[in-house]
């Protein structure tokens, strides 16, 4: 497996954030976020609850933090502290009370965590574009829900999100007199 398989990138306003995907830590989840990405199911959805010095919350498609996606939810696959801890760019995935009910919705952490750790399921980190993340747009209150949330314009598997293609009857063969 090539490690561009192993690698999320997601368009955001201000750039690319380049995840390494983690399936040696949980296969499970891996490879629902790949089947999303794949899918086109994270495009456009936005990050609707981002807490200052916590993390960024996104994969809901209804922006209400209630919403997933048509596939069931899945089984925990918390990893022991010992083996991974929720640090500055870790991301898990977002569930209710239940351990099981992981779907869609994951977060990227601005901060450690400790509290997280071993209670939620690690899935990726961030290795590029942190910066970029820096900048997802703050949410208010004590559950840091964000009004006119920034968006994720794309999500790929692999290296940068998909290229605009050239417009169908458009040739778009350089010509011999450029």
């Known amino acids: 497996m090539s490690a561009t398989e192993n690698t999320l990138t997601l368009e955001l306003k201000d750039g690319n954030v380049v995840i390494e995907l983690l399936p040696d830590l949980a296969p499970q989840h891996v490879e629902r976020i790949k089947a999303l990405a794949s899918e086109g199911f994270y495009d456009n959805t936005p990050f609707h609850r981002v807490i200052e010095g916590f993390m960024a919350q996104g994969g809901d498609p209804t922006g209400t933090g209630t919403g997933g996606s048509p596939h069931p939810d899945l089984p925990a696959e918390f990893s022991p502290p010992g083996k991974a801890k929720f640090l500055r760019g870790t991301c898990g995935m977002a569930r209710t009370n239940n351990p099981n009910s992981a ?52 999500a790929r598997v692999g290296g940068a999100a998909a290229p605009a293609t050239p417009a169908e009857g458009v040739d778009s063969t350089p010509s011999a007199d450029a």
């Open 103 to 154: 779907n869609s919705q994951f977060f990227i952490m601005f901060a450690p965590a400790p509290s997280l750790d071993g209670q939620y399921t690690i899935w990726g980190k961030v290795v590029e574009g942190m910066d970029v993340v820096d900048k997802i747009k703050r949410g208010q209150g004590p559950n840091g829900m964000v009004r006119e949330p920034d968006r994720i314009k794309a």
